[in-house]
């Protein structure tokens, strides 16, 4: 066999090979389209309630021929979409309204000092219209010291009202601040010295008095806040991607240009295009640019998606009209496609 058979065989393969991938992409297509339509047929009431009325009218009916076979299978089959679709929109509904809920939940370990833990659970929706996975966080109350025996029905009642939560496990990503938010919402209770019974009041009181309140509410309100800050600049990174056209990795398919080819491109028309666009961490604080003809800069988003600082650096040193640029008008990562592409 010779090299140009292998050849021919070669450019078979990889059409057949192309071709499948398409039609597998078609399937895929068609599949979402399915989804999309169900789900959009579903939601409306007067078709929810036509195909109910017809499931309770065909109810008492025997059928003896396959087609009556058939139409029971359906709907059976659209019964259970309905069903479905029912606990899907109850659900989506429960996530909207409510973003952040309590549950109690028991420590499975049978060791544990306090089983009795309270679960918070956190929902963040993603662009798109999807919800993240949820994020947890379980609560525990401090133990009380029962160490110093006392009688005065005070000094058990203050210990009462002082029980504190603690943070036992939680699902956070390492880098949103819980801990710091726990520290400043969250304060634990100063050791107290044990004396007699009357020394004993005395220093509970005066501990109460130095211990800040704990403030659950606002510790979940705060948490959520920062999670819900840190989906928001993902999905602006991933945004700018999808409008800019350029990734972390486009820059690297250049390594196999000569210089004489790179520098021919550097004078082109397109010398100021950006070719990479990256989050520099997980937290997505930080945003790294890089253009074509050399330059590297980097932008800061806040939370509440605006640039904070942007750092631009060429050939020439600092480049202070593209960071006048990047961090003028309204300073919105929405409207820094335009900005950019004045550069």
Known sequence: MDSGTIANIDNSIEKLDSEIAKIRQEINNFQNRRRLLSASLL?????????????????????????????????????????????????????????????????????????????????????????????????????????TPTSSSSVQRQRRSMALFSIYRHTIPAFIPIEKLAQRYLPQARSIRKRGEADDEIEMLKAKAKTRKQDLSTFVRQLRKEIAAWHVRRDSISWLQERTGVTSENHDGDEGVSEQEETERQQNDHATLLVSLAATSLECRYVRLEWRDGRVGRFKISNAGLVERAVVIGDKGRDKRTETILMGGDRRVETLVGRLLST
């Open 43 to 147: 939601s409306s009431d007067y078709v929810r309630q036509r195909i109910e009325q017809s499931n309770s009218q065909r109810d008492g009916v025997v059928a003896s021929t396959s087609t009556a076979t058939v139409a029971r299978s359906v709907r059976e089959e659209v019964s259970s979409l309905l069903s479905n679709a029912h606990k899907h929109r109850e659900t989506n509904l429960h996530r909207l309204a409510f973003a952040t809920t309590s549950f109690p939940w028991k420590d499975p370990n049978p060791y544990s000092d306090c089983p009795n833990l309270l679960g918070i659970r956190i929902d963040v929706s993603e662009r798109g219209g999807t919800f993240a996975k949820p994020y947890y966080v379980l609560l525990r109350r401090e133990k009380e010291d029962n160490t």
